[in-house]
């Protein structure tokens, strides 16, 4: 596998915590999913591959470049990058299109006609084709995340880093969003920082899991979900030592975990369960009535 991300024993430090603790990985073309629970190392992960910030120990490539390297370098890598962060504070009083025609100058587009036509092709990849002379601030909350969204799409670039891009989408938009990441893992690479569990499951060909700055697990999505079998169960009561357990429609009990008794049958696991079961919650002794 050719690898757009390389990471060789980076470590990164705020003060006296550790965010990154020698990671060492590789990420390829397709649709990586990183997960791990809050305070994991995912944001330095993401700043650090963004060019935002560098590491205080290791070696960081990204597109064959050093991310940490020279200016030259470092702009050679934005060039082919597309970047959506958590939190995207957009320019007062500007419309839809004047916000991707501001982003699309700064990426250098500067032909007129060529800018203006990829900034109308990112919005009808987003759906906001009919929206592109509204003020941002009448958008609402779902339409201006598909804007940031369409703006890491300018330009087709060959590495998309996503962080929690399905925030704030009803069913209907984060199933256009899953499509057009399964197209763009065909011929870039994406990676995909969320806590919506079956967006991995629906799109994504391999999972990175970050634990206190620590890779925990690194892998597809069959073989990480191979993880939690046998060890997910359903039965009338929740599991003893369970670290999960809730009642499905069925009002049966789903157990992750724990000392499954005679009665209890395996199910089959999914993606959630295995990340549970990895760095989940302590164990809990009842279940909601």
Sequence with gaps: MNSTIRLEDVTRRYRDAVALDHVTLTIGTGVTALLGPNGAGKSTLLSLLSTAAAADHGTVEVLGHRADGTLTERTAIRRRLGFLPQEVEFPSGMTAFGFLEYIAVLK??????????????????????????????????????????????????????LDEPTTGLDPEQRAVFRATLSERGRHGTVLLATHQTEDVGAVCDQVLVLDHGRVAFSGDVPSFIDTARGRVWIDD?????????????????????????????PADPSVEDAYLLLVGPTPVAEVAA
């Design 237 to 265: 009561a929740p599991v003893p030592n369970a670290i999960a357990t809730w009642r499905d429609p069925n009002r049966r009990v789903r157990s992750v975990g724990g000392d499954p008794p005679p009665t209890a049958r």
């Design 108 to 161: 250098e587009w500067n032909d007129k006609a060529t800018r203006h036509h990829e900034i109308r092709r990112v919005l009808h990849a987003v759906q906001l084709a009919d929206r592109p002379t509204i003020k941002i601030r009448k958008l609402s909350g779902g339409q201006r995340r598909r804007l940031a969204f369409a703006q890491a799409l300018i330009g087709d670039p060959d590495l998309l880093i």
